[in-house]
């Protein structure tokens, strides 16, 4: 009895431990610096890996993090993502980092969500409210107004956003648990896909009028 006990428990943990690895598992190397060509690569569940013995300190690099972007633009903000795209050693290591300035009175980091990554934020600058909406059927908003020094976290998948409601520039950081997270910004995906999802999907799905969703989709 104890045995068969222990062989649930065994079971259940392995089951456990297999969902927890489902996808960005860790990596089996110290690194893998990602390579353009696949010449001399092994493809990986990412970029192809570099020869560990030709890595060097500028694999592992990026500068300019300190440099405000210019957020005239229609939302009023801008990422500066820092990930393997940026630092090719960053490829299988599950990490990464953005900057995200925001205009005054407004600035707006508008909904999307990263479908690989968990975001941890710290405000550097300005005011920030921030929120996620949880997943049907409560689509709860949980928001708050945050402030230099103040620490965010939006967890992986959740529509999240951030908004400058100060009356100076905003700046934050954010770490994601992916070295390559990917975004979907809800609006652009939706009213800016290409090819276009038809006007009579989305004029139902949102409860609009097809000129209503015409307008939107040239916005976008
Ligand atoms: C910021 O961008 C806008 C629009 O592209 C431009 O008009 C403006 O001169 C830029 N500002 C700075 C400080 O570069």
């Known amino acids: 009895m104890k045995g068969a006990c222990f062989l649930l428990a065994f079971n259940l943990f392995v089951l456990a431990s297999s969902f927890a690895f489902a996808y960005d598992p860790s990596p089996l190397q110290d690194f893998c610096v990602a390579i353009k060509d696949a010449n001399n690569g092994v493809f990986v569940n990412g970029k192809l890996c570099k020869d560990p013995k030709f890595a060097t300190a500028n694999d592992f690099f990026f500068s300019g993090l300190n440099l405000p972007k210019n957020t005239s633009n229609s939302v009023g903000s801008v990422v500066t993502p820092v990930n393997v795209d940026q630092i090719p050693g960053l490829n299988t290591l599950g990490i990464s980092l953005a900057r995200i300035d925001y205009a005054p009175n407004g ?29 049907s059927p409560n689509n709860r908003l949980i928001a708050k107004t945050l402030h230099p020094g103040d620490v965010f976290v939006f967890p992986i ?64």
């Open 107 to 135: 600035g707006l980091n508008p909904p999307h969500t990263h479908p690989r990554a968990t975001e941890i934020l710290v405000v550097l600058e300005g005011e920030l409210n921030v929120g996620f909406v949880t997943s």
């Open 157 to 220: 998948g959740l529509i999240r956003f951030q908004q400058n409601v100060g009356k100076t520039n905003a700046v934050a950081v954010a770490g994601l648990s992916s070295q390559n997270p990917g975004v979907i910004t809800i609006a652009n995906a939706v009213f800016g896909s290409n090819p276009p999802i038809k006007a009579d999907v989305l004029s139902r799905a949102f409860q609009l009028s097809n000129e209503i969703v015409k307008y939107l989709q040239s916005r976008f």
